[in-house]
């Protein structure tokens, strides 16, 4: 088990509970349940990347032919698996996005929300992975510059203790082995392009934003 499995294990699942979320946290996952609702089509199959609770898969669940979501957390699995209780169309299984057990081209969409990819140490290879099985577009959310404040708040409602910033990319430690950093939309464009996909871009809120990846 790494040390982000580890992490989400042992309480890290406190990063999708309301209870500790800021106003502004909350206004960001309202973005993107909005988000969602515009741009995924009916009739599709939906992978989601960090899926915790299973809530974006509940929400789409009327419209998706299939869809899985994949977590690393068992505490949250187990919650996805009480939430979607009674909906045949979609799961959660535990699974790592660095390697995960799908072959080429398994869904039509994949989904990356509420800064996921930033919580992953190996961002690189997490991209490559969606890239991989997704046949159509991949959505991404994720930090803008200036949020670092908020997000450092919205941590310490979660109980968690910073241990040390990075603010030329947003990077916070915590003592309880969480580490998260914001994802640079240039980066994430330039890489998306040699994967194949082309990109753009809106703001979600004023401390994040959404990216749209179609294969090309």
């Keep these: 088990m790494d040390t ?11 990063i999708v509970d309301p209870a500790c979320a800021t106003e502004k946290i909350l206004l960001y996952w309202k973005a993107e349940e909005e988000l969602l609702d515009e741009a995924i089509e009916e009739g ?10 299973g809530k974006h898969l509940k929400l789409l669940s009327p419209r998706l032919k299939k869809g899985i979501g994949i977590d690393v957390s068992k505490p949250l699995l187990n919650a996805a698996n009480l939430g979607l209780a009674g909906i045949y169309n979609v799961a959660v299984i535990e699974a790592n996005v660095k390697e995960m ?22 961002t690189e290879k997490a991209l490559k992975e969606m890239a991989r099985v997704t046949k159509k577009k991949i ?24 241990t040390s910033t990075d603010e030329d990319c947003d990077r916070v430690h915590t003592r309880e082995g969480f ?9 994430l464009e330039e890489s998306l392009k040699e994967l194949g996909f082309n990109t753009r871009f809106r703001g979600l809120t004023d401390i994040a934003y959404a990216c749209i990846a179609e294969k090309a």
Excluded: H
């Design 4 to 14: 982000v499995e580890e992490f989400y294990n042992s309480g890290g699942g406190l």
């Design 44 to 53: 599709v199959t939906l992978l989601d990347v960090g899926s915790g609770r």
């Design 101 to 122: 057990p799908f072959a080429d081209g398994s869904f039509d969409y994949t989904l990356c929300m509420f800064n996921t990819l930033g919580n992953i140490l190996d």
């Design 139 to 162: 959505v991404i959310t994720s930090y803008l510059p200036g949020s670092l404040e908020e997000r450092k708040k919205f941590y310490g409602q979660c109980g968690w203790a910073i």
């Design 179 to 187: 580490v998260s950093w914001r994802i640079e939309k240039e980066w």
